[in-house]
């Protein structure tokens, strides 16, 4: 039996303990029972493990899923777009490093323009001519990016009165269908760019003929149909027509505007049905892995973020306080210690924080000291069994570290 004194030092040593490991609860608990016990034991070593700072820092990323949060589904035609960059890539002959990608969230029409840098001049020259050809959009959707937070692209979304709605830090899956068009694309130039490296901003009106000229799952239509209200004319359609003579009549500006006027009409209810169904399956096979999570305002949490040395090797930073919920999945964190005092983050990147009471905490790191104050005994020193309990102190050599641990009996 284990005064109570003592259980942080046998817990420091049996956890914390170079020696310890940090190893998982169960495994601790099994270390301890071997050879001690007390009251509530098991649920002392759980607590202590859960509130390990150390453990905290370093455990490896639960499975950490909120459920998902479909974006609503947009009817018309770039109302509601998404951008991203992509690159460093090879520097081409013309100068280009960089690609800006941008989709519309109704048709799925991708665009690809090369960039020569990442300044938000060049971004919001590209916006503007694409804005000629497509009409003003209600709303963009970026990442925290530099070139998307700087002062031209706000004043540039306030003058065409476009509203800009930011990802969550570190996590792009907000920005998802952006950034499934930036793999594809990035796989495509890997497929198509073999041995001349220096021209693939050449190939990209190409791989978007071909990304434009296919059916998506979600809406079951091409995103060129979607977008002009006729097939696309690709170069199978070419060979098509080598092989049988295709009349094509004669149409008027007014009927061929009426006609593809009632053709998006009548598809756009199969679309939408379309990108309702695949949002409900995605969602199903998303949730079945999540979990509901919420934080209330000024609860201690750890954040996950890169490390300073490699922005893939992602680390728990913290504890920090939350400041304000700002939607059901992204909250507002205070962090002191960082640049940005106070930055957005989504759920799926915070966890609680488990502090230790003071009262819990030992601060006791030379446990020989307590130890020393011990007079030890043997086994055979134990007198006859009494009416009141005894009771008696025994040292427990411990051959790893050299040193000797209370034990207590009761006879």
């Given at each position: 039996m284990v005064p109570r004194p003592y259980r942080d030092t046998v817990l420091q040593l049996a956890h914390s303990h170079v020696l310890g490991g940090h190893l998982a609860r169960d495994k601790t608990i099994d270390r301890i029972m071997q050879r001690f016990y007390w009251p509530r034991v098991t649920r002392d070593v759980a607590k202590y493990c859960r509130t390990c700072d150390q453990c905290q820092r370093t455990a490896p990323r639960p499975h950490l899923r909120n459920p998902l949060i479909p974006l609503p589904i947009i009817e018309t035609p770039f109302e509601r777009i998404a951008m991203d960059l992509v690159g460093p890539l090879p520097k081409s002959t013309r100068g280009h490093e960089y690609i800006l990608v941008v989709i519309d969230y109704a048709t799925k029409f991708p665009e690809a323009i090369p960039l020569r840098n990442m300044s938000s001049k060049g971004i919001a020259k590209e916006l503007f001519l694409m804005f000629s050809r497509v009409g003003l959009p209600k709303t963009i959707l970026t990442d925290q990016g530099t070139p998307f937070m700087s002062r031209l692209m706000k004043d540039l979304c306030r003058l065409y009165q476009v509203q800009q709605i930011r990802t969550s830090i570190f996590?792009?899956?907000?920005?998802?269908?952006?950034?499934?068009?930036n793999k594809t694309i990035k796989s495509m130039l890997r497929r198509v760019v073999s041995r001349d490296r220096k021209n693939w901003d050449m190939l990209l009106p190409h791989l978007m003929f071909a990304l434009r000229e296919v059916p998506q799952a979600s809406t079951g239509f091409s995103p060129f149909e979607f977008l002009y209200g006729r097939p696309c004319r690709g170069i199978l359609d070419l060979a098509k027509e080598t092989w049988e003579t295709q009349p094509c009549p004669f149409r008027s500006t007014i009927e061929h505007v009426t006609l593809m006027r009632d053709r998006l009409s009548a598809v756009w209810p199969i679309v939408k049905e379309h990108m309702e169904k695949?949002?409900?399956?995605?969602?199903?096979?998303?949730?079945?892995?999540?979990?509901?999570?919420?934080f209330t305002v000024g609860e201690k949490v750890m954040?996950?973020?890169?490390?300073?040395?490699?922005?893939?090797?992602?680390?728990?930073?913290g504890p920090y306080e939350v400041m304000k919920r700002v939607s059901p999945v992204n909250y507002l964190i205070k962090q002191p210690d960082r640049r940005k005092k106070v930055q957005l983050y989504h759920i799926n990147l915070l966890k609680t924080y488990h502090g230790r009471e003071e009262e819990d905490i030992s601060h006791e790191s030379d446990w020989s000291r307590i130890l020393q104050h011990l007079t030890p005994t043997s086994r055979s020193a134990c007198p006859a069994p009494t009416a009141s309990p005894t009771y008696l102190s025994i040292s427990l050599q411990v051959s790893e570290v050299g040193a000797s641990l209370p034990y207590m009996c009761v006879v």
């Open positions: 996590h792009p899956q907000t920005d998802g269908l952006c950034e499934r068009l695949a949002q409900r399956t995605q969602g199903r096979a998303y949730d079945k892995s999540a979990t509901p999570r919420e954040v996950l973020v890169p490390t300073a040395e490699h922005r893939f090797l992602a680390q728990w930073r």
